[in-house]
């Protein structure tokens, strides 16, 4: 069964750090473009930072830039988020996603999704 799994949420003070672990193990990814996407309560779901398949390229929703970081090993499978600076506003259930090679802004877009991990950003 095609699956993602998130790892690596908690709770964390306002500029704390996490890395949010995707692993896709039964995907190659290296065909994948992979995403990571967050929802909080009473919000739509928007897209935080996706990166290439081959990793050459790498976006951003505006207000992570500077703070949050995509990375993929494609040898383990794996996709991280590097979350830095953490404000209260990132609170949120992330989850990854997974399309074909490039990405794109819609969630519509991806096709297999992980069950999600909560971050929450609080004193």
């Known amino acids: 069964q095609l699956q993602l799994v998130e790892s690596g949420g908690g709770l964390v003070q306002p500029g704390g750090s996490l890395r949010l672990s995707c692993d896709a193990s039964r995907f190659t990814l290296g065909y994948y473009a992979m995403g990571w996407f967050r929802q909080a309560p009473g919000k739509e779901r928007e897209g935080v930072s996706c990166?290439?398949?081959?990793?050459?390229?790498?976006y951003y929703l505006d207000s992570v830039k500077g703070r949050f970081s995509i990375s993929r090993d494609n040898g383990k499978n794996t996709v991280y988020l590097q979350m830095t600076s953490l404000k209260p506003e990132d609170t949120a259930v992330y989850y990854c996603?997974?399309?074909?090679?490039?990405?794109?802004?819609?969630?519509?877009?991806?096709?297999?999704w992980g069950q999600g991990t909560q971050v929450t950003v609080s004193s």
């Open positions: 990166i290439s398949s081959t990793g050459g390229r790498t």
């Open positions: 996603a997974i399309r074909p090679r490039l990405c794109k802004q819609s969630p519509d877009e991806y096709s297999y």
